[in-house]
């Protein structure tokens, strides 16, 4: 890297090994996966750098302790969040014994709001725009004297970041690109500066969900696009970039892979059963890139072989699928009693597997505050005879959750007044994912 060009950036390798010493004794250096299985299916060494088990579940907790280490903040320290870096900065102030006041949005994850109490930070409620957070926060900063520590867009968090790539080129010598989520920036722009310096051949790649290809878009642009709305089951992934983190993106990375939320879910699930190990989507979507066709097909990749993947966090809401699976179980008792009773339906069916995840997605509007209507909702509502259902006011947040609700809807208005013929051939029709669902059983 060019002198000149180092004083360009918020970060360096000198800063990003002083903050590796500043942190080394508070977090933990991440082990390396890997699994026999997963290359024999990409046709590449995978090497997966585990930040699912870094303290606070995820890389955070390295940029959020450099942050507090880093500074005199006796008054206590103030972000907006709604994720990891929320509970990270809180982690990182308990640690040093000062509070942590955190913005958080309505409807964020529960999980990742109840990590933030558990590490005893400060929660405040903003409305889930940004323009409501900035404003919440800016409040408590002139009511408290706290000083603010930007999620991704501040040069001590790019620092701390950077130790992942410090860590795993120790770890795996032979490594010839990485592959990071890309969301604000941070995390891909500490790995870049560190990897770089280190190994300049090196090739950097994001990962981004489809539903936000901000980056993609600011590579072709070359200038920052920001989105006016995004959508995807990656909740981490929905930032920009930031005036510090784009200079590093527009620079070092060589490239951006763009995936859909459907390959995100299939990583996540590969994940769970091969690495055996719990990531949350955005920390799965590295995998989702390099096993996705765009990544694959693309001559520039073909010499890439020796692939680290960083799985950058691993904070799912199993709390929303735990109730899910006993609402199905009650969904389902019901719908058997229906079927044994007196009552003469014009077409009854049951879709065993869907039982499951429409309770899942109920249960998420449901924990979003969306879900007025769900009390009104009968039981049997499954039936063609029982009441009708009251979606109006129920909104999904994801394009996976509004592909289901939609196709759900689908299914029940064509099981009122139809012919098991007619029911049958338009559920055909159906996307082949969705079709695995619907083991039905129909019941003139």
Same mark, same amino acid.
């Given at each position: ?70 500074? &005199? ?177 527009? &620079? ?154 939609? &196709? ?13 013929? @007619? @029911? ?21």
């Amino acid at each position: 890297m060019e002198a000149k060009k180092r004083h360009e950036y918020a970060a360096d390798l000198s800063s990003i090994k002083e903050a590796h010493e500043r942190i080394k004794p508070y977090i933990h250096k991440t082990p390396v996966l890997t699994s026999e299985s997963l290359n024999s299916i990409s046709g590449r060494s995978l090497f997966f750098k585990c930040e699912c088990f870094q303290k606070g579940g995820a890389f955070k907790f390295r940029g959020a302790c450099n942050a507090v280490l880093s500074l &005199d903040a006796a008054k206590g320290v103030v972000t907006h969040s709604s994720g990891n870096h929320a509970a990270a900065l809180s982690l990182a102030a308990k640690m040093q014994g000062i509070p942590a006041y955190i913005v958080v949005p309505k409807g964020a994850p529960k999980c990742k709001v109840d990590n933030v109490i558990r590490y005893g930070g400060k929660v405040i409620w903003s409305e889930a725009t940004m323009s409501s957070r900035e404003e919440v926060a800016s409040r408590v900063l002139h009511e408290t004297g706290s000083v603010l520590i930007h999620p991704y867009n501040d040069g001590r968090i790019i620092s701390g970041q950077g130790t992942v790539a410090l860590e795993l080129l120790e770890q795996i010598q032979e490594i010839d690109t990485i592959i990071v989520p890309i969301s604000g920036g941070g995390l891909i722009s500490g790995v870049a500066l560190a990897a770089k310096s280190i190994k300049p051949s090196i090739r950097i790649i994001a990962a981004e969900p489809k539903g936000a290809d901000d980056a993609a878009q600011s590579k072709v642009a070359g200038r920052i696009i920001t989105l006016p709305v995004t959508n995807t089951v990656a909740d981490g992934l929905r930032a920009s970039l930031g005036d510090l983190t784009w200079p590093v993106v527009r &620079d070092m990375v060589d490239g951006v892979v763009v995936v859909e939320d459907g390959e995100i879910i299939e990583a996540m699930r590969m994940c769970y059963e091969m690495l055996k190990v719990s990531v949350e989507p955005s920390g799965a979507i590295g995998l989702a890139a390099v096993l996705s066709t765009s990544f694959r097909s693309n001559p520039c990749w073909k010499d890439c072989k020796n692939i680290g993947i960083v799985l950058s966090g691993g904070n799912v809401d199993l709390g929303v699928l735990w109730d899910s699976l006993k609402s199905s179980e009650i969904l389902i008792r019901s719908l058997k009693q229906n079927l044994s009773s007196a009552a003469s339906p014009v077409l009854t069916i049951i879709p065993y597997k869907l039982c499951s995840v429409v309770c899942y997605v109920l249960g998420q509007c449901f924990q979003r505050g969306s879900g007025s209507s769900i009390p009104h909702i009968a039981i049997g509502a499954l039936a063609s005879y029982a009441p009708i259902l009251h979606f109006d006011n129920i909104v999904p947040l994801t394009s996976f959750y509004d592909a289901i609700y939609q &196709d759900f809807k689908v299914i029940v208005s064509l099981a009122r007044g139809n012919s098991p013929a @007619f @029911f049958s051939a338009r559920v055909t029709s159906l996307h082949t994912w969705k079709l695995t669902l619907l083991e039905t059983i129909i019941v003139a």
